[in-house]
């Protein structure tokens, strides 16, 4: 049986119902997704009646394609004309059929439903540069306004962030945090104001501990001092340095805990100048729980115009917001958290719109569904209403998923799994590995049982680690992830990174030199897998980030390694790019000496 039966037989015997699929890295989604597509056709459903989103548009083209070359070998291989012309028929609806991004989708639900969601049809959409180009524009016009008008407001802005410049960034920072997460001013305001009171009130809280911790020690060192005949030093600091906090504290009774650097300054210098953690370990204990009571307690200090910053922050956000808004209404366009809005906003509205495409839709399926955020879900929800006509079929997996991105929250595919299985829906967990070979993924599975061994319900739980089974399991013992360790000389001044850039180059230059028989694969016709030699081609490096990319080229370079750069950003850093840009320099100003060089 083939990999891609494997993957699709296991989701194939709930096409009635609402499936949710948990699907592993190398699992087989994608022919999973492709085969219950061809499965809701082969039971009747138009493509029309479908509506498929994917995360990304090349993931849209890959899964149309797919689909496409899975309805030609169907019609090809039917032997009943009807049949053969029903896939005809399919294929070429499929070229209409939605298979998009959320975004391309809200895009096609604005375009239908223009009056209601009071938008031009002909909107153009701006992408994510244009977007922030547009926005800081904006910002930094509105900005310079409100400076300029030198109010209280102006005045707290500046004072407090520093410059013109930072309270443009904080500006724009945060009203992408609010359209991000869909909050309102008055959200952030009321829960910003609610945390800083319950700040407020444990600080008042921590101060009444510490006062009393501090008359439980000076009735433990005055014991201590009476126990001997005659008084250590450090039970006379201990004592002078209680007596001093008691002092500080009383004097400080009434302070509301907003910071004053009068009043904070003697508490810092008391806790700078603690006695000597010497003696009995009672005296030891209490050394520690006081200053680190003392500690938490200073750090719940409010900064003097934090209220008066916040306030002023959000009234800058607003009108710049609106003068953002007014600025793709008269340009024509939306950004992607236009399109998420404005289409819940025409759903929730205008319930015929729901109805219209309740009507028109079988099925819903959605890939990467763990990077979908809160607002993302509410459509969908109201795209497929509540009466159980449309099916969702939704397949992620909470382990892969891009945390916070555009507001992504694994919580929600979790709570979709629990709704679908609330509501009589199958969850199925595909869990077998097709890519990777036993030995790697047996390694995989150890180290990421160990990362992600939290427990439900704590603070820092996210999701499960589910275990990934192998399907190839290659004929050999021989170890599957290599270390490159060595020890560093601390008297070497070299730069680590092209250490480690020059090691890495040098192991692929060795296996592919000596012909090393590391790669596994099953040549055609043969029943199991068998080794060959590396080719460089078979060879990735994966960094963190780009920012040390040029370090890894230059070592690949110096062992002449063919490599390919995949999103690098040094393309205007290249010889060819650079000689270009001199002779542009050059016929715009024929005195550039420095170009011509």
């Keep these: 049986q083939s990999m891609e039966q494997r993957a699709s037989g296991r989701t194939r015997r709930s096409g009635s119902r609402d499936l949710i699929v948990s699907a592993g890295a190398g699992s087989g989604k994608t022919w999973v997704l492709t085969e219950r597509y061809i499965e809701m056709l082969n039971n009747g459903t138009r493509p029309e009646q479908i509506v498929a989103i994917t995360f990304t548009k090349k993931a849209a083209a890959e899964m149309r394609g797919r689909i496409r070359q899975a309805i030609k070998k169907m019609e090809e291989t039917s032997t009943d004309p009807n049949e053969a012309r029903y896939w005809s028929g399919c294929k070429q609806a499929l070229e209409q059929a939605t298979i998009t991004t959320i975004h391309g989708f809200c895009t096609r639900l604005l375009r239908d439903a223009p009056l209601e969601a009071g938008v031009d049809p002909d909107f153009r959409v701006l992408d994510e540069t244009e977007a922030q180009l547009m926005a800081r524009h904006v910002f930094t016009e509105v900005v310079d306004t409100s400076l300029a008008r030198c109010d209280q407001a102006a005045e707290t802005l500046y004072r407090e962030l520093g410059d013109r410049r930072a309270v443009v960034e904080s500006a724009l920072a945060l009203h992408q945090q609010m359209r991000t997460y869909h909050v309102k001013k008055h959200d952030v305001l009321q829960e910003t104001l609610a945390t800083l009171d319950a700040r407020r009130t444990r600080f008042v809280q921590l101060r009444d501990e510490l006062l009393q911790l501090v008359v439980q020690g000076e009735y433990l060192v005055h014991d201590l001092i009476n126990q001997t005949k005659k008084t250590p030093q450090y039970l006379v600091n201990a004592r002078d340095w209680l007596n001093r906090l008691h002092l500080t504290l009383t004097e400080s009774i009434h302070w509301d805990g907003r910071y004053d650097k009068a009043i904070c300054a003697p508490f810092e210098q008391l806790k700078a100048t603690m006695w000597r953690n010497y003696g009995p370990d009672e005296l030891k204990e209490l050394h520690g729980t006081l200053k680190q009571s003392l500690t938490e307690w200073l750090s719940y200090t409010e900064a003097p115009q934090y209220r008066q910053l916040l306030q002023a922050l959000l009234d800058l956000v607003e009108q710049a917001g609106d003068h953002y808004w007014q600025r793709k209404r008269r340009e024509q366009a939306l950004d992607f958290n236009d399109l998420e809005q404005l289409s819940f906003d025409v759903l929730s509205a205008h319930p015929h719109v729901a109805a219209r495409w309740q009507n028109r839709l079988t099925y819903l399926m959605v890939d990467e569904f763990q990077d979908t955020n809160g607002l993302q879900k509410a459509i969908l929800d109201r795209l497929t209403g509540t009466d159980g006509r449309v099916k969702r079929f939704v397949v992620g997996d909470g382990k892969q998923s891009i945390y916070k991105f555009r507001g992504a929250d694994v919580a929600v595919f979790q709570r979709t799994e629990a709704e679908i299985r609330q509501n009589q829906g199958v969850s199925v967990s595909l869990d077998v590995n097709f890519r990777t070979q036993q030995r790697l993924i047996a390694y995989i599975n150890s180290l990421f049982h160990f990362l992600m061994n939290k427990e439900q319900g704590t603070a820092d739980f996210i999701t499960t680690y589910e275990p990934l089974h192998a399907f190839r399991k290659p004929p050999h013992a021989r170890p599957t992830v290599e270390l490159l360790a060595g020890t560093i000389d601390p008297a070497d001044s070299g730069d680590l990174r092209q250490m480690e850039a020059m090691r890495v180059a040098r192991r692929i230059r060795a ?87």
């Design 511 to 597: 296996m592919v030199d000596n012909r090393e028989r590391l790669v596994w694969e099953r040549p055609a016709g043969v029943a199991n897998e068998q080794a060959r030699p590396v080719n460089y081609g078979d060879v990735a490096l994966l960094l963190a980030t780009r920012t040390h990319l040029h370090v890894y080229e230059q070592a690949l370079k110096n062992e002449h390694i063919p490599y390919v750069v995949v999103g690098g950003r040094g393309f205007y850093d290249k010889q060819e790019v650079v000689d270009v840009l001199n002779v542009l320099k050059l016929v715009q100003n024929r005195d550039d000496e420095l170009a011509l060089l």
